[in-house]
């Protein structure tokens, strides 16, 4: 880790996630206009599990729930660890709190990632934007924590840029179930 940083720091360009020696299958699942349709991701995550992925990370979601949806997350649930973002509404999961849950993160099968803040000099607890647990142990909640803020990706045209979201916690839970599948 410490030669990647000095890389890093000497050439001052490059990025490296949780699991950098893993291999990578981006799927577009959204239309060309952007829209993405609970047809759209089914097709994607059987397209994922029939070409072999053994880890699939989610980092879209919303308020409805799609059988669709649901048959191809049970169907890929036999083969690969799903994980999902849990939404950046600063909501619970539950009705009883006067919230509603996000799918695919609140279906059984789906790993659920909410976002914390990077440090725990920055709180190194929930963000303010993150969804939220709000009845523990039943069948519709969210599993984990992972860093969703102030987190570097790469932008267009060479540059970097700090993001924040439950979209950027869930691919360091990928990465650590792509760490623990191997």
């Known amino acids: 880790c410490l030669d990647i940083v000095e890389q890093f720091e000497e050439y ?7 699991a950098y020696n893993t291999r990578i299958m981006a799927i577009k ?39 669709v949806e649901d048959d191809a997350l049970a169907t890929a649930y036999a083969q690969a660890v799903l994980i999902s973002s849990a939404g950046n509404d600063s909501i619970p999961n539950q009705s009883e709190c006067k919230g509603r849950p996000t799918y695919p993160a609140s279906y059984p099968w789906v790993v659920g990632v909410m976002a914390s803040q990077r440090f725990a000099s920055e709180g190194g607890f929930l963000t303010g934007f993150s969804n939220k647990d709000c009845i523990v142990d039943n069948n519709i909640e969210y599993e984990v924590m992972a860093p969703g803020a102030n987190i570097w990706s790469t932008l267009p045209n060479n540059s970097y840029g700090a993001w924040n979201g439950t979209s950027m916690a869930a691919p360091v839970v990928s990465g650590i179930a792509a760490l623990a599948r191997t």
Do not use: K, P, R
């Open 12 to 18: 001052n360009q490059g990025i490296v996630g949780v």
């Open 29 to 67: 699942a959204a239309q060309y206009s952007g829209v993405l349709t609970n047809t759209d991701i089914a097709e994607a995550i059987l397209y994922a599990v029939e070409h072999g992925a053994d880890v699939i990370n989610m980092s879209f979601g919303g308020y409805g729930s799609s059988q």
